[in-house]
């Protein structure tokens, strides 16, 4: 039988949970699109995105998903045969590299894995080999989605410092911006992307690319431009219709609105704590779990994971069974293994993901974790008892 009835609950790594108070504040009329309101909407997001991000840098908004954000980075800021250095942690920098690539731009691609952060011992050095200087920019993850592991943003920016390298530090914070604490000035990052669908809590079809002075004097120099994607008149509009080269995403930006109002309302920093206790919760369950069987966090150092998704190794070809039991029984469903195997092996089916991202708390979590131990027995994947526990005791204790 099924127990799925109830309210669904999509525990994906993006799109994320919307809240209540994202849809109602998107169910409304077409707005004026040339005075009023909206006007001054759009201007108070944009401070309050950067603001988020902590820069005194601009943000250029554009109606595009992730991959358009990535786009938007590259021919802003490089022309056909510049050289990036593209260190990975998994499938998502790999990704940005290749997109690079079909513009023309060489990229070296620095492969860490997929359990490990970047070391930055290890860029520092391959940046000091670049005597010329050809590496115009060094991209890279804050969390790689596929496989949660967190680099530390300002530990690569010290290795770029300490190789005296003048390349453009960029980073994907897609999957974690509003989860994870990016402090973009302080850490000398110079373009940062993130999407409206996951941290943000708002449907995918916004993307944001935040630059630093720096980026925008690369900007001068930089061929790959097209009209579209050109940042310039949408941090600077002298009209309206700049900020979006077109008409504004107008319910997108009610949802964004409301969205930064309830981010505000519970203050940054709770949000990142909230974030970080609940990935404390979860890791702890599957600790436990682990230790009687073969499931286990796919990023051992607590200090290389996300606080916004995890990635799991079941440790055998069950996890796509557990997915299916907990979607079809009990109304959760869970992320698919990304970039770990090659799709249609035996060894894909061995992997799945929690998103923990956005609009969660403490039972909505609970919640996926007694499922998913639910899950495990019925599905017959052997598990120490005890996960839920250790998770209750985390927010016990934080809370
Ligand atoms: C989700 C995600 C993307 C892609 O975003 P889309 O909206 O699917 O294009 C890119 N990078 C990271 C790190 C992500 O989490």
């Known amino acids: 039988m099924s127990l799925g009835q109830g309210r669904h609950y999509l525990a994906i790594p993006g799109p994320s949970v919307m809240p209540d108070r994202v849809l109602a504040a998107m169910h409304r009329p077409a707005p004026n699109i040339y005075h009023g309101p909206l006007i001054d909407l759009v ?61 023309g731009v060489d990229v070296e691609y620095l492969s860490f894995g997929k359990r490990d952060s970047v070391d930055p011992n290890a860029l ?42 003048p390349a453009l530090l960029m980073i994907d914070s897609i999957a974690c911006f509003g989860c994870d604490r990016f402090d973009m000035d302080a850490w000398g990052v110079d373009v940062m992307v993130a999407g409206s669908q996951k941290g943000l809590m708002t449907p995918p079809g916004m993307g944001f690319v935040f630059f630093s002075e720096k980026a925008a004097a690369a900007r001068e120099n930089a061929s790959l431009v097209t009209p579209y994607w050109d940042w310039r008149p949408r941090v600077n509009p002298d009209l309206f219709y700049e900020y979006f080269c077109g008409t504004a995403p107008t319910h997108h930006l009610y949802g ?16 990142f704590r909230r974030h970080a206790v609940l990935a404390e919760a979860v890791w702890a369950a599957f600790d436990t779990w682990g230790q009687g069987g073969p499931i286990e966090l796919n990023v051992q150092d607590p200090q290389q994971r996300s606080h916004a998704v995890t990635s799991i190794r079941v440790g055998s070809e069950k996890a ?80």
């Open 124 to 165: 520092e050095e391959r940046l000091r080999a670049d005597t010329g200087h050809e590496i115009k920019a060094v991209m890279t993850t804050q969390v790689d989605t596929s496989t949660s592991v967190r680099n530390d943003v300002a530990a690569l920016r010290e290795a770029m410092d300490r190789a005296v390298h």
């Open 43 to 103: 201007e108070g997001a944009v401070a309050d995105l950067k603001s988020l991000a902590r820069t005194q840098g601009d943000v250029a908004i554009y109606v595009c998903n992730g991959h358009g954000t990535w786009e938007a980075a590259i021919v802003n800021t490089l022309s056909a045969g510049d050289k990036v250095l593209v260190p990975t942690t998994g499938t998502f920098a790999v990704g940005w590299g290749e997109m690079a690539e079909a513009m």
């Open 256 to 271: 964004l609105r409301e969205a930064l109002d309830m981010i505000a309302e519970e203050g940054s920093e709770a949000v």
């Open 320 to 399: 796509t069974a557990l997915r299916t039991w907990v979607e079809e029984r009990a109304g959760l469903t869970l992320g698919i293994g990304l970039g770990m195997a090659a799709p249609g092996s035996p060894e894909w089916h061995h992997f799945f993901r929690l998103g923990h991202m956005g609009h969660v708390n403490a039972h909505m979590v609970l919640g996926a974790l007694a499922t998913i131990e639910a899950g495990l027995a019925a599905v017959g994947i052997e598990f120490a008892p005890g996960g839920v526990a250790a998770a209750a005791e985390v927010v016990a204790r934080e809370a």
